[in-house]
């Protein structure tokens, strides 16, 4: 399906269905444009929105978060999700189309390599056994994904949220939970691409164990590595090559 000749081409679009939650966040946004929700007004409850769509409650809370990552909806504790008064105004936006063009997909894995190796960092430095214990378990789910040939791009993503949580750095944490439904569909490609079944899963699961080996044993300068080394596997997965200058050692580190 990908050739090197990509590299050289005009940008490409990667065609890809839309996923159930952003079907469901689009059809949110529609109400609340045409004033269907108003500002103020609380969201029907998870139940009633999951059965207005025909789907899952599961995916109905991902479509709130993509609302409320974008600034259209508030959540309050015990009370629900409500549309924002003042919707915030996010300057810092991704492609909105049905997939990025290759130029930008390649920025989106620059921007990956880049936090998700100093996170990488950081957790190796500050995990505790209750964070190892997380990784493992979504590094386990993936194991199965493998195994059945299912799609394991949920439990990728949660991998990656739990090392952010490892670094326990709230900020962190909440950047990635804001970059990671953009993020998570360049992952999510090398559990859904037509023909994908072995080589490809299977190499991105063997680049996640290094990564969670390396955080277990809390070994900062190889998490951090082997975290870029993963990204720039995954874009070249998908015929996209990072630039050499985009490198993931400190000055003094040996490559």
Request: aromatic fraction near 6%.
């Amino acid at each position: 399906m990908f050739t090197n000749e990509l590299k050289h081409s005009e940008p490409t679009r990667i065609v890809r269905r839309p996923r159930l939650s952003e079907e469901v966040s689009l059809a949110l946004e529609g109400k609340i444009a045409r004033g269907e929700i108003r500002p103020g007004q609380r969201l029907p409850a998870e139940k009633a929105l999951a059965e207005s769509f025909g789907v899952s409650r599961a995916v109905v809370r991902e479509a709130v978060a993509r609302l409320k990552a974008d600034g259209r909806v508030e959540t309050r504790q015990g009370a629900g999700a409500f549309v924002a008064l003042a919707p915030k105004s996010l300057n810092f936006r991704f492609c909105q189309g049905d997939a990025p063009a290759l130029v930008e997909l390649r920025e989106i894995f620059e921007l990956r390599a880049m936090v998700e190796s100093s996170i990488a960092e950081l957790a190796a430095r500050r995990r505790r056994p209750a964070d190892v214990t997380t990784m493992q378990c979504f590094l386990l789910a993936m194991d199965d994904a493998v195994a059945t040939g299912s799609d394991g791009s949920e439990a990728d993503d949660d991998f990656h949220l739990a090392i952010a949580a490892a670094a326990h750095n709230s900020y962190a944490h909440r950047l990635l939970e804001f970059l990671g439904r953009h993020f998570s569909e360049s992952r999510r490609l090398a559990w859904t691409m037509p023909g994908r079944h072995g080589v490809l899963p299977e190499s991105a699961q063997s680049e996640h164990r290094r990564i969670y080996q390396a955080i277990a044993a809390g070994d900062a300068a190889g998490a951090r590595r082997h975290a870029h080394e993963h990204v720039r596997c995954a874009a070249r997965r998908v015929a996209v090559e990072l630039a050499d200058d985009l490198i993931s050692e400190r000055r003094g580190d040996v490559r």
